[in-house]
């Protein structure tokens, strides 16, 4: 079904026969297919009804794990619904709004006739990640307490959803709005509205065209007019990105399995093959230097899963009221940094794992390019490396240094665990992580002995870093569990061999000077 999808992707017709306008967006049955499945088996709901509690989120995210590769891209659409539904869900808690408690009961239903699907239309010709200055979409309030927008919306994912968020500034009577973040407000709208449609039947909007995208051909992606849509505000005034915030969390953690997902799902068909195809008279895995790529990219997939898995298991426990200062610290620093290296690490992988299949990765008729291609957008959506790197270094000023605090204690505090297994083999690769964690340390003091410039330019490296080290201790935790197996210590050994900290190793801060900074730019341009 989810090649099918691939093979028929969406198609826009604007107008009918006689010149009436239709906006429809066409997309295959596979697709529709994907909407009642994705209904019946809780692919969200689960994480909302916590019927396993404290273990809801993981047994969501287990699910979409296995769906997310087969899913011709249908797990787009589930976490931004995903995203809609945490925003709702933390609103309604508060104040019984019969608008959003319909759209957040109909985004957490398992009964596919009363489903809905979510978009999720921040972006805008301006700029992406750059919301607060970049939006330019504006609000008008009626008489009846709803609102009118007018903009114009460059990229919406799940152009078919049934309702959407998007942000705008709200005018007041002179026609102004503040700007920057404090005029953005968030508003809930749904695509088709009985009491306030186009002739196309759409709720004030025209779809201007889909988008012809490098990958995720399957996903219907459009440019939109928002041309009187009626929408409700959602929270307060001007708190639209801190609303959002809320929501990055949960896509940021799709995308993330998402990457883990489709890094298991190419080693698994390079695994296979291996045991099919001869070369020089042999399989391929019989063949050591072909087996050392198929474990790197098999230990490359085990990191991503631990490390997601493991913000998972952070959100659920602090969804239903659990969780301590140091769960919620690690919560918000882990989830930038799960997302922004598992993405590069899926199209790392992916591209390995095509070269593996020789000429036959490289044919369309085998499917396999279109796993380069969809796994390339996931440094993109949700903050790409450098937006999250940043992010990183925010959550950390923000706090005033507790959230590395945390970092660091819940590092020595699991490496100490190990330790206690009493697992002699393990023994190098804990101390490997522990120089790292030392050498870490010693960096970000150095930092801020010099002004912080050295941290802000090294951000991606100091990123890779945190990442490198704490997947390193889940790593070995697997390894010294009770139903460990060799090859699960061999797991780790290569994890902990490579440069667990490339912030401190290869980064000194003495390269990351301002003089630095003007050399870097000369470089470039001239």
């Not at 066409?26 to 509690?53: F, P, Q």
């Not at 011709?72 to 309604?92: H, K, N, R």
């Not at 992406?128 to 114009?152: C, F």
């Not at 206690?420 to 190098?428: A, E």
Request: charge should be positive.
């Amino acid at each position: 079904m989810g090649r099918n999808c691939e093979l028929n992707p969406p198609v826009l017709t604007r107008f009918n026969a006689w010149g009436d306008r239709m906006d429809q967006v066409n997309t295959c049955n596979d697709w529709k297919e994907m909407k009642k499945i994705s209904a019946e088996e809780g692919l969200v709901a689960h994480g909302y009804l916590r019927n396993s509690d404290k273990f809801s989120r993981l047994h969501q995210f287990a699910k979409i794990y296995l769906f997310a590769p087969s899913s011709g891209m249908y797990s787009c659409p589930l976490a931004m619904l995903d995203g809609a539904a945490f925003v709702l869900e933390s609103l309604l808690k508060d104040n019984n709004n019969e608008v959003l408690s319909n759209a957040f009961s109909r985004l957490t239903s398992k009964d596919c006739n009363k489903f809905w699907t979510s978009g999720q239309w921040m972006t805008e010709k301006a700029g992406g990640s750059d919301v607060a200055n970049a939006t330019e979409t504006v609000a008008h309030k009626q008489k009846n307490g709803t609102y009118k927008l007018y903009g114009y919306k460059w990229f919406t994912s799940a152009t078919d959803a049934d309702m959407a968020l998007t942000l705008a500034r709200v005018l007041d009577e002179s026609g102004n709005a503040p700007p920057g973040t404090k005029g953005l407000s968030l508003f809930y709208l749904e695509t088709r509205k009985n009491e306030s449609k186009t002739a196309s039947g759409l709720n004030g909007i025209q779809i201007l065209r889909l988008k012809d995208k490098l990958g995720t051909r399957q996903l219907p992606t459009g440019e939109l007019l928002l041309d009187g849509t009626v929408a409700h505000l959602v929270g307060e005034h001007g708190k639209g990105v801190r609303l959002i915030s809320g929501m990055l969390t949960v896509t940021r953690i799709h995308n993330s399995v998402w990457s883990a997902a489709s890094m298991k799902r190419i080693l698994l068909l390079s695994k296979d093959y291996a045991t099919k195809r001869q070369a020089f008279g042999t399989l391929l895995c019989d063949h050591p230097l072909h087996i050392q790529t198929l474990a790197r990219m098999e230990v490359e997939s085990r990191a991503a899963f631990l490390l997601t898995f493991e913000v998972i298991r952070l959100l659920g426990v602090i969804e239903v009221g659990g969780g301590n200062e140091m769960e919620r610290n690690l919560l918000r620093l882990l989830t930038p940094i799960a997302k922004l290296y598992t993405a590069k690490q899926a199209i790392s992988v992916a591209s390995e794992g095509l070269e593996s299949f020789g000429g036959a990765g490289y044919l369309e008729d085998t499917g396999l390019p279109g796993i380069l291609r969809d796994a390339q957008v996931l440094s993109i959506w949700e903050g790409t490396t450098n937006i999250l790197a940043l992010d990183t270094l925010r959550a950390i000023a923000k706090s005033k240094g507790q959230v590395l605090n945390s970092f660091f204690e819940s590092v020595n505090a699991r490496l100490s665990g190990v330790t206690d297994s009493g697992n002699k083999d393990l023994k190098s690769s804990v101390a490997k992580v522990s120089i790292a964690t030392g050498d870490l340390r010693a960096f970000i003091n150095q930092s801020s002995a010099n002004g912080h410039d050295g941290l802000f330019l090294a951000a991606r490296d100091f990123a890779y870093s945190l990442f490198r080290i704490y997947s390193a201790v889940l790593i070995l935790e697997h390894a010294a569990w009770a139903e460990a197996t060799p090859s699960d210590q061999h797991a780790a050994s290569i994890w902990c061999s490579q440069d667990l900290s490339p912030a401190a190793n290869n980064c000194r801060i003495s390269a990351y000077t301002k003089k630095t900074s003007v050399l870097n730019r000369e470089l470039v341009y001239n």
